[in-house]
């Protein structure tokens, strides 16, 4: 199959293309820039020039191709910018409807990512989210939208599906998600800290089960999928500081949940949060099982906390070979 993909040169396409290529699909990339544009092409994907600001050139993608999977996102707007969690959103949705009208009556696959960490807000406290948890058509939150719009694609005759991330996709190509993010602050701060117990939990998934199962969706995913890539059920948030705190050789201390943002700066909001998650569904219907080391395992092995290491492009461990 022929398969746009956009995001194809960030965190999970840098796992995700070599998962296409490996199973026989082409691969044509979204390049919004030259680096990513390079970084495609030794890839071994096809690059296609434009951007989610750009929706003519989502569409014109998505219509010459068998199947899309879109994984942009505006992180960089949404993490610097006083109205950037909007914005991002708004583009987000923006571009999962361009795509989806030029699949229209297809059937052809389209496969968007999603997050777990919306069922914290949904589901009565401690309760395990699954496949099933869907979210009203009147939610706010980000990203909601998108995947709402995604599913409705299934009744226009586009084999649509969401995979939803864990907050942490964890491995050695994650460079600006949660997990670097945590060991900087803490870095920085001289602790590791959590928020009172610090009993919350995490899901978490290592980037190259994650490629994985959206390899698995665009193949199999029946239209309106709600798909959970989730390894780690729930990781308390203890734990995570726990290992943070070794990897760098810092004390690790509980502090009040009023100093929180003082802490974590703009994770102070995330950093309690409690987001127990299950993939039992996603993992029957499809076959799909993580491989890869889990996220403290992961974080034991040491790369997170090496001092400006170059972004690894190459297969990780599988977890039967570290544990």
């Known amino acids: 199959m022929r398969v746009f993909v956009t995001g194809a040169s960030g965190h999970i396409g840098a796992a995700l293309l070599p998962e296409l290529l490996a199973a026989g699909h082409e691969v044509v990339g979204l390049a919004r820039s030259d680096a990513s544009a390079a970084a495609l092409t030794a890839a071994g994907a096809d690059v296609y020039r434009g951007s989610l600001e750009h929706p003519d050139s ?4 998505a219509a010459a191709a068998g199947g899309v999977i879109h994984l942009a996102y505006r992180h960089d707007i949404s993490l610097s910018d006083p109205n950037g969690f909007a914005t991002a959103a708004a583009d987000d949705l923006r ?11 297809s059937g052809k696959p389209f496969v968007i990512a999603s997050g777990t960490a919306m069922l914290a807000f949904l589901l009565p406290p401690g309760q395990v989210g ?21 599913i409705a694609l299934a009744e226009r005759g586009v084999r649509s599906s969401v995979v939803r991330l864990t907050p942490t996709v964890h491995s050695s190509l994650d460079r600006h998600g949660f997990i670097p993010r945590l060991v900087g602050i803490a870095r920085d701060k001289g602790v590791s800290a959590y928020v009172g117990e610090g009993a919350n ?48 050789g810092l004390p690790v201390v509980s502090i009040p949940a009023d100093e929180a943002e003082a802490q974590f700066g703009f994770l102070g909001a995330f950093v309690s949060i409690d987001n127990p998650t299950s993939s039992a569904w996603t993992r029957e219907l499809l076959g799909w099982r993580p491989e890869h080391p889990a996220l403290i395992p992961d974080l034991e092995e040491g790369h997170y906390f090496a001092a400006r290491r170059p972004v690894a492009r190459v297969a990780g461990a599988s977890r039967n070979a570290t544990s």
């Open 58 to 61: 989502l569409r014109r993608g």
């Open 95 to 105: 571009a999962v409807e361009t795509i989806g009208a030029a699949l229209e009556a």
């Open 130 to 150: 699954t496949e099933a948890d869907a979210f009203g058509r009147d939610s706010t939150r980000p990203r909601v939208a998108s995947e709402n719009t995604a």
């Open 201 to 248: 939990r995490w899901p978490a998934v290592n980037t190259f089960d994650a490629a994985r199962l959206f390899r698995l969706a665009l193949e199999a995913a029946p239209p309106g999928s709600r798909l959970h890539a989730v390894d780690d059920e729930g990781v308390p948030f203890r734990e995570i500081a726990e290992a943070i705190g070794r990897g760098l």
